[in-house]
């Protein structure tokens, strides 16, 4: 049997100490303190000991979710990954992207627009599918915020405007010039009808 034997404020900071059997064992906030009902005398055995400092410990990730979350937008994976790479436990960091998500701090789905209506302008559409699955976002929010966000013309007024810079006038007349322009754009996610229809308007408008 264990006993809570004191909890007391850390000198930096507004968590709170709390200390097993006269030993420090897991830190909270005063809120959990009092949603948890940690208090001095109370005595535990050691399966509640084990969930009261586990939750505890996703308390503070959920903390540290929000901390982040103030200063730039991530989709579930990437938040558990960040909170991973801070010294928490993998199981603890899902928890606290999930309940965050549940709070609608998160969510997947608007992430992936946002991500699209950024970045729409300068990557195509196979680039975009490429960063938005490698931020852990489902086959099925990705192609719902293609939908929504992303357009052919959007894909071709972007290859044109970037086609505009670097040519600068000039019309390519070599068919191996031709395809290295085509080739650098493919290279950045736009599929070859896309370059090929910026291609055919840049020529209407320098002829």
Known sequence: MF????VSPQKKGSLLSVF???EYAFSADASFI????VFVGRKLDAGALESLK???????AVRHSLYLLEHRDFSKKELAK?????????????SAAEYVESRGYINDGRYAERMIEKKKGRAGKKQLLYEL??????????????TETYSEE???NAVLREMKRILKGEIPEDRLAQKKL?????????????????FEKYCENED
């Open 154 to 156: 959007d894909g071709i």
């Open 54 to 60: 586990k939750a505890a410990d996703v308390r503070k």
């Open 133 to 146: 699955k490698r931020a852990g976002i489902s086959e099925e929010d990705v192609q719902n915020a293609l």
């Open 3 to 6: 006993e809570i034997t004191e």
């Open 182 to 198: 085509f080739n650098r754009f493919i290279a950045k996610g736009f599929d070859y009808e896309t370059v090929r229809a910026a």
């Open 34 to 37: 009092a949603d948890n009902d």
């Open 82 to 94: 960040r909170l991973e790479t801070k010294g928490y436990d993998s199981l603890d960091a899902m």
């Open 20 to 22: 097993i059997n006269g």
